[in-house]
């Protein structure tokens, strides 16, 4: 079992920036994989950045040149930064755990088997 844990949203205005962190404890040793996904009201949860335990990372073209996921590993945290924030940013952002060997689709919100519990963002204009 995994626990995630998701902390650094808030409140922030257009073209600012903030800094998500989320932290894996418990069986972490199977994770291959995290990502970061958000769902703003009345829609979907959609894919903002993903990274596997190689550092190979794969963002949304709508983030694409204005966040950044990175990982340590040592201490099985996954950070997103953001910059250049926009209203349409807005959301609530989970954190996202793959435990298996050998997941390829990871864009797949299916394919992930642990989740935390979101942290909202709200980008002002």
């Known amino acids: 079992q995994v626990h995630m844990v998701e902390s650094g949203g808030g409140l922030v205005q257009a073209g600012g920036s903030l800094r998500l962190s989320c932290a894996a404890s418990?069986?972490?040793?199977?994770?291959?994989?995290m990502g970061w996904y958000r769902q703003a009201p009345g829609k979907g949860r959609e894919l903002v950045a993903n990274?596997?335990?190689?550092?190979?990372?794969n963002y949304a073209d709508s983030v694409k040149g204005r966040f950044t996921i990175s990982g340590d590993n040592t201490r099985n945290t996954v950070y997103l930064q953001m910059s250049g924030l926009k209203p349409e940013d807005t959301a609530v952002y989970y954190c996202?755990?793959?435990?298996?060997?050998?997941?390829?689709?990871?864009?797949?919100?299916?394919?992930?088997?642990?989740w935390g519990q979101g942290t909202q963002v709200t980008v002002s204009s």
């Open positions: 418990g069986d972490t040793i199977c994770i291959s994989a």
């Open positions: 990274i596997t335990k190689a550092a190979s990372t």
């Open positions: 996202a755990a793959v435990s298996r060997p050998g997941v390829t689709q990871l864009d797949n919100k299916d394919e992930y088997d642990y």
